[in-house]
């Protein structure tokens, strides 16, 4: 893949198969610390992400869905990463989501990534 064709972008991390929205929320906290161990770091943020629940399994489960702004690549090895934290457990697929629906996803990398060189200094 070109760099040019894996430029950043929303999309969807979908962790199924919890019964319960509680059950679903509560892997929350253990995604946040994998994605953002220091939660006082300095920005950007290597991906920003959120989070939001679909009561959408054809057995009425939940799924908990981690919206991600980044590139191809590197959705992968995040995806990879909360499928080793959910251990085999739970349902994760990738799939590309709506940037409309993730706007805060989208705005949060345009605004960390263009005032990067506020905070960087020279050559950075």
Known sequence: MSPADDQP???EIR???HPSTEEALALQDPIERLLCPDPDHAPPC?????FTVAGDGPDGS???VLGVYTSA???AQVAARVRALAGGTKSVAVGEGDAGEWEELVEQYRFERGSRSEWSGPGQ
């Open 15 to 17: 962790i199924a198969g």
């Open 62 to 64: 939940t799924a908990l």
């Open 46 to 50: 290597e991906v920003p992400w959120s």
């Open 9 to 11: 972008r929303v999309y």
């Open 73 to 75: 690549g590197r959705v």
